[in-house]
């Protein structure tokens, strides 16, 4: 493909300074690419140094002065050369239709320009929407909803009664609908409580691969529109996830817990059972939280503290051994002091 | 389904008291139940508070005094609602036999009333009980014996030689039998130690989503009699998991461990190899435990102390900046009385 | 499978000191192992005590004396057995060819001897080197391309573009190419940046059950020879693991970080992004790695500090309420003087 600046201008709402005419044939990271790219700068070091690309064009926040090179500058740059890079190279369809070796259940429904691949199974009553894409050996349990343009990618498991909104992806290896680990006491061992709930994923939820979302034990488990999980995610039975929340590889999330919106869950973060993560929280990376956490805070640590607390702590607990041998001094020196009064 | 309040008592060898003809349709959480559907008092807090719910009956322990509901007195009662809701949701059983898609090797035996999804494969030499359901997807390989009424999700594996009891559910996406994480070192790369074993899973073992339980080097790794595991479990080469214990999401336990009868392993917890966890253990959520733990011990941390001195711990760690200060103005204070007497 | 201790002797490079004509029929571990079958001896604690093995012969190190037993006596005695175990017992060889519920795309290359099981699915432009062993279930996208000998277990999903050398193992559940985590803020939601490049697994590499391996967002993913993972674990776009590393279950490397050769990553660790691990580094079991660490270094914790320090530390953490205790009692004894000297 060939846009000139003048073009990719356009598209991205920017300003060009430099060559109009400049031919662009790709997209490249700041490092690596040619003449015949277009990168983007990523931060001040970048933007700064615009002589360290060799890149025929860079896109750069509108805030960046005139340079010796051919820029673009947009409102958020970011954003913008992520919309090149889906220009330059449009996510792969595979071909519409249902192959022959897929299996449907009865009454199926579906929308315009699917693609079911080979060794998919629906089962029975499943309604798709207008060009969802199954990939191989998806499994659809029966009952499941899924609204327009939904993706999914191989090995993917959704069982019976969930439902998925639109333009929502899901990675290889997931399971959606799992049965919610719940069991009650009986004698020495216990007894399965059914798990009758369903789980729903909203409109622009992407979910990493290989990630396990429990159904309800009644109503449903409820990921909300715009969240991205990561990859070998667990959100357990009945736990709601608000809005553009973002959960990020290997955490999980145990049973009837909420999550606001726009909060940001590093990597190997736990969450408790029944309690509250208010919107815009942050939990640092391994934070294992066990109470309720109010909005805007930013919490780390298990328990978790406040993050500029766990930094203080984080820097001390080295130097324990050093602390418990002055203490072991001041104990000595003191006791000198004593007999010396006594 | 329609049951009266003295029909639903006689199943649950309970007593009613109240309206012995009050016709129920469901069941329902405490909170959303109406006058057609039953529920159950989960603690003191609900059934001190019956007036709460709207449900037509309430099922509550033994010791509950009447009240201006309809109640149904039962010993267990959280166990007795899971029953109501077994029978009013009996679960789905998909149709018996063998869907013409799936692929099944030589000397298959199998008994009466299974259902064998489409996109199944099943190995050589496989023998498969009464009443067993696979779903689409699985793969099972050479050798494998399954007991009656087990169940497995979609895209679930089960190696070859391994084998599964009776009443066995292994949720969607599970590997059973990989082998085992052994190599041994030869100069500068690793040779690969071949994991000959397989994996025994008893009676009435449910087993998560995506679990990854290893076969034995030699042997087998072995999960006994009512064993649960939640999602993203870890279970090694030659370990043993002792009967009805319980294990949390994302635990893992490292190669050649053993864990006793009614264990509970709690969420994110670590086992390292070659130890020992005994009867009865609790571990806390993400406890790494590095040595063989006493039958009966509750411990936490990493690595592993005695819960209530890891509750003290957790207290006095946000707490480590001011008892640094506190020591260095100590330090001064004893420096100036020290040059006071010298 | 009959061979004489002079036959293994020259198998191995080893020596005989005992009966050369013994026959021996099977491996087998140092407690169980029969008269019929050979053993090794794993440490000190094993050879210099070899009467308590019925073996009918056992491989120890050079360095043993001669003893009652059949020994032989090689230069590995631990990579010495496991070349024995793959002696009595060769992997299994599925049936060659390509089966008929098998799909397989368009321009496909394949070399000799492959196996290609039921229900794989094979996109366009795929080539096969000779000997490769696909699995029932396994889904390989377009333009892959995997080396001779590689054995790829059921249900792994393999995405557009990746690269698999020869001699490849991959665990069931696994999936390798998902996309990156990589999203922008755009408002209050995400942007989705698309995951352009490809993961490149080289040779002798073995991928544990379920991990899931991120394709890069430009360029690769690069997984170099002879690395071992472990199950459950996460590579996310843009790492490259360096040649024999290996990384034990449930480990997490956030995007962008390098790891060096040869290095070791306990269970449960955890890399930050944009971080390099140096080579032959070892991280003790749940370190929690945020910056980059030197060559040759030993370091545990979160954030991570030298292992033997840590080990100092952990010891202190559990007599934390003592030292917070002392400290009080410090506090008052010196107030006294001070009391006393004012």
Not at 197 to 213: K, Y
Not at 216 to 236: C, E, P, S
């Amino acid at each position: 493909m060939e846009l000139s600046l003048n073009q990719i201008a356009e598209l991205l709402d920017g300003e060009v300074f430099g060559d109009l005419e400049k031919i662009i044939r790709d997209v490249a990271p700041f490092e690596t690419a040619n003449d015949n790219q277009i990168t983007f700068a990523d931060s001040a070091r970048f933007y700064k140094n615009l002589e360290r690309t060799a890149a025929g064009a860079v896109i750069v926040p509108r805030k960046v002065k005139a340079a010796d090179k051919n820029i673009v500058k947009v409102d958020n740059h970011k954003a913008a050369f992520a919309r090149l890079m889906d220009v330059y190279h449009p996510a792969a369809k595979p071909k519409t239709g249902i192959r022959s070796t897929a299996v449907v259940g009865k009454n199926f429904k579906c929308g315009k320009d699917v693609s079911i691949a080979p060794m998919v199974v629906i089962g029975n009553n499943v309604s798709l929407g207008h060009g969802v894409i199954l990939y191989p050996g998806v499994v659809i349990g029966d009952n499941v909803l899924i609204g327009d343009e939904t993706k999914i990618y191989p090995n993917v498991t959704v069982q019976e009664n969930c439902r998925l909104g639109n333009r929502v992806i899901i990675h290889a290896g997931t399971v959606i609908g799992s049965d919610g680990y719940g069991f009650v006491a009986e004698g020495e061992s216990y007894r399965k409580i059914p798990q009758l709930g369903f789980v729903q994923i909203d409109d622009d939820v992407e979910i990493g691969a290989c990630n396990t979302i429990d159904r309800a034990t009644f109503g449903k488990t409820w990921i909300q529109r715009g969240v991205k999980t990561d990859n070998l995610v667990h959100i357990a039975h009945n736990v709601t996830v608000g809005k553009n929340t973002v959960i990020v590889a290997q955490t999980g999330i145990a049973g009837s817990s909420t999550i606001g919106n726009q909060a940001t869950l590093a990597a190997q973060v736990g969450i408790g059972g029944h309690v509250h993560v208010g919107d815009n929280v942050m939990i640092g990376a391994r934070g294992g939280v066990t109470k309720s956490v109010a909005n805007g805070e930013i919490v780390s640590g298990f328990p978790e503290i406040p993050h500029r607390l766990w930094l203080k702590v984080q820097r001390i607990i080295p130097r324990l051994p050093e602390i418990k041998k002055k203490l072991a001094i001041v104990e000595k020196r003191l006791k000198k002091l004593e007999e010396k009064l006594d």
